[in-house]
């Protein structure tokens, strides 16, 4: 189902949550751009079976893009560690890591709800801690919603968060964090017992206070029986077409990379663009085509 939107003037319609009125220009196609997306938008978004879109962003320039795109909402995640620093996992990024990032994405994006990961080791030990670096992600740079790994044991954390007024925002499956307790990258909820668990642990978040939940690599069948038993909207990643919006780590989506996981598919190729932008580049410094007259300034 696609959403429509209120429009001042004739134009393409955005693609996204229906979030209310246009506003009358988005800065680059001269597209109505709808209100903040809050959090009761994706609620009823849910409600009106309309699907959520999440990426992942890192920076401003592509945080821009991204929003004026219609992206619903944009995950500064820990992914940052893999796609932006070279680690081989998210287990060494730390909240100094995130700040930087977060501010960049929410101050560039005008319309999408932006979530900030909170990082491992910086929220398990007890909701105190949580709540201080959930701070950190809402004062310092400016975060909508704060995301962290884990269950029910998890849950008091989530309460206290919610208590103060920040949105958290769960994830359940397949969890990066806890990479090397899980054996590596493999899907979780398979036998009735763990698919049982994840339930009770999705009911559980959702009754301290979560507003989302991300469920990633779990079998589509159990995605789509938390998406019916939960309230609040699912967003699956590798875990089927039946969650309420899906995401993807933006340079997965775009094409940046030889390689992507199974669940994702590419829609562009933008790395080979780069790639191929850069060597004409190089080519015309090597031939002394560029910099042209039109790229000089002369003498009046």
């Keep these: 189902m696609t959403p429509e939107y209120p429009s001042p003037a004739p134009a393409t319609p955005p693609v996204g949550v229906a979030v209310g009125q246009g506003q009358p220009n988005d800065g680059r196609t001269g597209v109505p751009v709808p209100r903040r997306v809050r959090v009761h938008h994706l609620r009823q978004a849910k409600a009106r079976g309309e699907r959520i879109s999440m990426l992942t962003a890192y920076d401003a320039v592509t945080a821009q893009i991204l929003d004026e795109a219609g992206i619903d909402t944009l ?4 992914s940052i560690g893999n796609t932006m620093f070279g680690f081989d996992s998210t287990i060494p990024v730390t909240v100094d890591d995130m700040i930087p990032a977060v501010r960049a994405v929410a101050s560039a994006a005008k319309r999408a709800f ?3 990961d909170l990082p491992f080791g910086c929220y398990e030990a007890s909701p105190q801690a949580a709540h201080a670096s959930a701070v950190r992600m809402v004062k310092e740079a400016g975060a909508h919603a704060v995301k962290f790994e884990g269950g029910a044991h998890l849950a008091p954390h989530v309460e206290l968060l919610t208590n103060v007024g920040i949105p958290v925002v769960g994830h359940l499956g397949f969890t990066p964090q806890s990479e090397n307790m899980l054996g590596g990258k493999r899907v979780q909820g398979r036998g009735d017992d763990a698919a049982e668990k994840l339930v009770q642990d999705a009911l559980a978040l959702q009754d301290a206070g979560a507003v989302l939940l991300v469920l990633e690599m779990v079998p589509a069948s159990l995605a789509e029986r938390i998406t019916e038993v939960l309230d609040i909207p699912t967003i699956g990643i590798g875990a089927g077409v039946h969650c309420d919006g899906q995401v993807l780590v933006w340079t997965d989506m775009a094409g940046m ?9 590419q829609f562009g190729e933008v790395g080979a663009e780069l790639y191929a932008a ?4 190089k080519r015309e410094v090597a031939e002394g085509t560029f910099p042209g007259p039109q790229h000089s300034f002369q003498d009046e």
């Excluded at 990379?257 to 598919?265: V, Y």
């Excluded at 850069?278 to 580049?281: D, M, N």
């Design 75 to 78: 995950l500064v995640g820990d």
């Design 114 to 116: 932006v979530i900030a």
């Design 257 to 265: 990379s030889s390689w992507s996981p199974r669940f994702a598919k």
């Design 278 to 281: 850069a060597r004409a580049y």
